[in-house]
């Protein structure tokens, strides 16, 4: 038997055909530059953005002048860090995350960093967690942002964003989370999380790619981070992509109108996986949670004695798509920064393997999957050395 079965949907979804249909007006009859208020083409424009935005802002509990629409998640996450970073600077340069946080993240508070900033990486449990106590220990009096991811995209653990929001809201600082492994994979409203700022990306919940969008709550004073022109209520400049932002509200609208539904369905896949994998095969870790605190969607297990890339390849023959960790390392021979912080050593991170289930997987593809990878690490196990003494052991 072989199938295409895909298990990377972490990485990103394919777009539905709903969605297809509500971006394909905008670009053929309704073309217009929103911008272009002075004629009928350019107003349609312009009105279906604010429609769109409405749906947005709906969709997680915002009003509809909260929500800005980026090219993509991590420019949301790098405006919602460097805008707060600048626009706060005569109060503080300190900021507070956690080592576990998306490239986009780190890679902003590394950048400021290298300006006079002041990052503290905060560590986390062996599940991925983030001790809220550990937060506020943290807080100076230069702490200007905390910014703290909702869910891993990695490993599946969900956050006490609730707690810590309550923290930052006690200290008067701004807080953001990264939001875009989420919608679509659990609840988000940004007044029951309490969070300043929020960030997602349409592409995780089968949107179109190159469009997301960062809540920034009423009252909040961020510097702009893309100058150039007056879109986005004068905060962020570029022609408004009308297609992508149709596509992106239709997407949400569908992933939150069926998320009960939706997230039984996945859970059911992801605990199959996960039992079978442990059933099946020995010497094997399930990275994160395993209780209600994980994604219903996630599952990332290490395997000793193998090589994560050599498990893909493998899984690849066979017509299965998985991964290794976030897409955005993917070019990376170094083990998951995650992995690494949860305390996994490196000889045992390298053998990662992550599958993310959809809302389409089905009970065939998660049988087909724990036929192929047992054999696959086995085969793989006994070209190791390592493997060789443990056999000779036991």
């Known amino acids: 038997m072989s199938m295409s079965v895909y298990l990377d949907n972490n990485a990103t979804t394919s777009l539905k055909k709903e969605v297809l249909d509500a971006m394909l007006p905008y670009y053929t009859e309704h073309y217009g530059n929103a911008s272009s208020k002075f004629y009928a083409i350019g107003r349609t424009a312009e009105q279906a953005v604010y429609r769109f935005r409405e749906t947005v802002a709906n969709a997680i509990g915002a009003k ?25 600077k005569s109060k503080g340069n300190h900021i507070i995350t956690t080592q576990v946080e998306h490239h986009a993240v780190l890679g902003s508070c590394e950048f400021l960093e290298k300006n006079g900033y002041e990052v503290t990486y905060l560590p986390v449990d062996e599940f991925g967690r983030v ?45 953001h989370t990264d939001a875009v492994q989420a919608i679509g994979h659990m609840k988000v409203d940004v007044h029951e999380l309490g969070v300043d700022m929020l960030s997602i990306s349409a592409h995780k ?14 009252g909040v004073r961020i510097s702009n981070l893309i100058h150039g022109g007056g879109q986005e209520r ?3 400049a570029a022609t408004e992509n009308v297609a992508g932002i149709a596509g992106m509200a239709k997407a949400i609208e569908l992933a939150t109108a069926h998320l009960d539904e ?9 605990d ?27 599952v990332n297990f290490s395997f000793q004695y193998v090589e994560g890339e050599s498990i893909l390849m493998m899984l690849d023959m066979k017509g299965i798509a998985a991964s290794s960790g976030s897409a955005c390392a993917s070019g990376s021979l170094d083990p998951s920064h995650v992995l690494l912080a949860i305390g996994l050593p490196h000889e045992i991170a390298h053998g990662s393997l992550r599958l993310s289930v959809g809302e389409d997987t089905t009970d065939e593809e998660v049988a087909y999957v ?25």
């Open 205 to 218: 919940f089968h949107g179109p790619k190159g469009v997301g969008a960062l809540y920034i709550k009423n």
């Open 262 to 270: 939706n997230m039984a369905a996945m859970q059911d896949k992801r």
């Open 131 to 175: 001790n809220p106590a550990d937060v506020e220990a943290a807080i100076t009096e230069k702490t200007i942002l905390i910014t703290v991811m909702t869910a891993n995209n990695e490993i599946g653990t969900i956050q006490p964003i609730r707690e810590i929001s309550e923290i930052a809201k006690e200290h008067k600082i701004i807080f």
């Open 272 to 298: 199959k996986l996960i039992k079978g994998i442990m059933e099946r095969i020995p010497y094997c870790r399930l990275n994160g949670p395993a209780d209600e605190t994980r994604l219903c969607n996630n």
């Open 64 to 88: 509809v002048n909260e929500i800005y629409f980026t090219g993509s998640g991590c420019e949301a996450d790098n405006w919602a860090i460097k805008g707060i970073a600048n626009a706060y």
């Open 234 to 236: 004068g905060k962020r």
């Open 370 to 394: 724990l036929e192929a990878l047992p054999p696959i690490i086995e085969r793989l196990r006994m070209m190791s050395p390592l493997y060789e003494e443990v056999l000779k052991k036991n």
